[in-house]
């Protein structure tokens, strides 16, 4: 199968940085490096959600395009040029795309699915190019008041009456400088209106990098997903974390978070 899981027990590898110490360069001036991928840094640890690494999609591909088909998600991407193209006949998600994986339902599991599959499917179309939300610098105050996370806040994304944490065990985004994070990460599901947790944190295989956040359309999945730079300035998409919103608070508005 083209494609790597990341599910309940899987880990992540993580890089030595001992080299760090050897040519004496400040840790503070390595994350705006690792940020862009330019040097390893030490990635995520342990995953409780359902995450993919999406080798079958080609270099270049910049946006992450989702779809459910009946209990199942749908996801794939597109390139620059695919982007342009689909964007210039008015119809978000029927043009050309990368291959398709689906995320069964039952077993949290993912498969590489045979050509065609994306446009049989009939539901409303996610698509996701940047960083939705707003990046967390260590804490989540709301008018004063510190809220308790699970490890230092990352990101804040809120769809409805639903916003999704991401905190982390290690470095998390400084200002100005990187909004690269490391350690082992959270998410957790706060009310929009209280602030109150809505679920228990769950650990997400993602770190290292700049992570970015995206909802599906239909607010059932909170996506964390990482790209990676290449040379000649292109970029490909690293590591998705799928964390299903198993809350009781209903789905009112449009997603609140550019």
């Not at 992450?64 to 009946?70: A, I, N, P």
């Not at 689909?86 to 978000?92: E, K, S, V």
């Not at 069964?104 to 996610?126: H, I, K, P, Q, R």
């Not at 809120?158 to 400088?177: C, E, K, N, T, Y």
Request: charged residues 20%.
């Amino acid at each position: 199968m083209n494609g790597e899981s990341r599910n309940t027990t899987g880990g992540f590898r993580t890089p030595t940085i001992s080299i760090i110490k050897r040519v004496n360069i400040p840790f503070l001036f390595l994350l705006p490096l690792a940020q862009f991928g330019c040097i390893p840094m030490p990635a995520g640890g342990a995953s409780d959600v359902p995450c993919l690494e999406p080798t079958a999609w080609p270099n270049g591909s910049t946006r992450l395009l989702t779809r459910q088909d009946g209990e199942n998600l749908l996801i794939t991407s597109q390139t620059s040029e695919q982007r342009s193209e689909d964007f210039d006949d008015g119809d978000l998600g029927d043009g050309e795309h990368g291959p398709t994986y689906r995320l069964d339902n039952s077993t949290n599991e993912f498969e590489l699915l045979d050509d065609g599959s994306w446009e049989n499917a009939l539901g409303e179309v996610t698509a996701c190019i940047g960083s939705g939300g707003g990046v967390l610098f260590g804490s989540y105050v709301v008018d004063g008041q510190q809220i308790p996370l699970q490890g230092r806040g990352v990101r804040v994304s809120g769809f409805g009456g639903v916003v999704g944490i991401l905190s982390a065990d290690g470095s998390v985004p400084i200002q100005f400088i990187s909004s690269a994070s490391t350690g082992q990460h959270y998410s957790q599901f706060f009310s929009a209106e209280d602030h109150s947790p809505l679920t228990e944190p769950v650990r997400v295989g993602v770190g290292g990098t700049d992570v970015s956040t995206c909802w599906t359309v239909d607010g059932r999945f909170l996506i964390y997903f990482q790209r990676v730079s290449l040379p000649e300035r292109e970029i490909r998409f690293d590591v998705l974390c799928f964390v299903e919103n198993t809350t009781e608070v209903t789905i009112e508005t449009e997603e609140v978070s550019p």
